[in-house]
């Protein structure tokens, strides 16, 4: 199993930037990717970023150009850098693992994300 510590939300002003941090511990040798996913009100839970252990990344067409994910293996630490962010990023922001043969899903407690001025 493993288990996911986040941290970095907060309130920042359009145009304004933000970085999260999503910290894995336990089994992290079996994870196959690590991922941001958010859930803004009324909306379903939606992909942002995520990046394999091949260090291929995935984002999502909205986030393309200004979000940035990356991993620090030896921290076992994946990061969200968040650029450029307007009112429509406003979100809980939450850390995903797929971890072992069946790519099991595993999620950190979200973080709270809002953009305004």
């Known amino acids: 199993?493993?288990?996911l510590v986040e941290s970095g939300g907060g309130l920042v002003q359009p145009g304004g930037s933000?970085?999260?941090?999503c910290a894995a511990s336990g089994s992290v040798f079996e994870i196959n990717t690590m991922?941001?996913?958010?859930?803004?009100?009324?909306?379903?839970?939606?992909l942002v970023a995520r990046i394999w252990n091949s260090d291929f990344t995935q984002y999502a067409d909205s986030v393309k150009g200004r979000f940035t994910i990356s991993r620090d293996r030896a921290k076992k630490t994946v990061y969200?850098?968040?650029n450029s962010l307007s009112s429509e990023d406003t979100a809980v922001y939450y850390c995903n693992v797929q971890w072992g043969s069946v790519w099991v899903d595993y999620w950190g407690q979200g973080n709270q994300v809002t953009?305004?001025?």
């Open 1 to 3: 199993q493993v288990q």
């Open 18 to 21: 933000l970085r999260l941090s």
């Open 35 to 46: 991922g941001w996913f958010r859930q803004a009100p009324g909306k379903e839970r939606e």
């Open 80 to 82: 969200l850098q968040m």
């Open 115 to 117: 953009v305004s001025s």
